[in-house]
């Protein structure tokens, strides 16, 4: 049992330091380039953009990989991406 109390404060203690944060920005699309989406003039990677227009509000929901406070497309991780009416 006490074992299994180490492993579980370990994986917390783990958790707990991780650089990863679940961010959200929305805003009009304003274009759309090689695999890249502008949201309000800053950029995303996006696998897929086919359902993506320019003129569309949407909500992107994305993990910032770093802890650095600078806006770096290679350091974000898109999850969604959803379009608002």
């Known amino acids: 049992m006490?074992?299994?109390n180490v492993v579980l404060?370990?994986?917390l203690m783990?958790?707990?330091?991780?650089n990863y944060s679940e961010e959200e920005i929305t805003g009009e699309i304003t274009k759309i380039e090689g695999g890249m989406v502008y949201i309000d003039e800053s950029p995303l990677k996006v696998k897929?953009?086919?359902e993506l227009e320019v003129g569309q509000n949407v909500k992107a929901t994305f993990i910032?990989?770093?802890a650095e406070?600078?806006?770096?497309p290679n350091d974000f991780e898109?999850?969604?991406?959803e379009i608002m009416e």
């Open 78 to 81: 898109v999850k969604n991406i």
């Open 69 to 72: 406070d600078d806006w770096d």
């Open 9 to 11: 404060l370990l994986v």
């Open 64 to 66: 910032d990989t770093t």
């Open 48 to 50: 897929d953009t086919s």
């Open 14 to 18: 783990l958790v707990a330091c991780s």
């Open 2 to 4: 006490r074992r299994v």
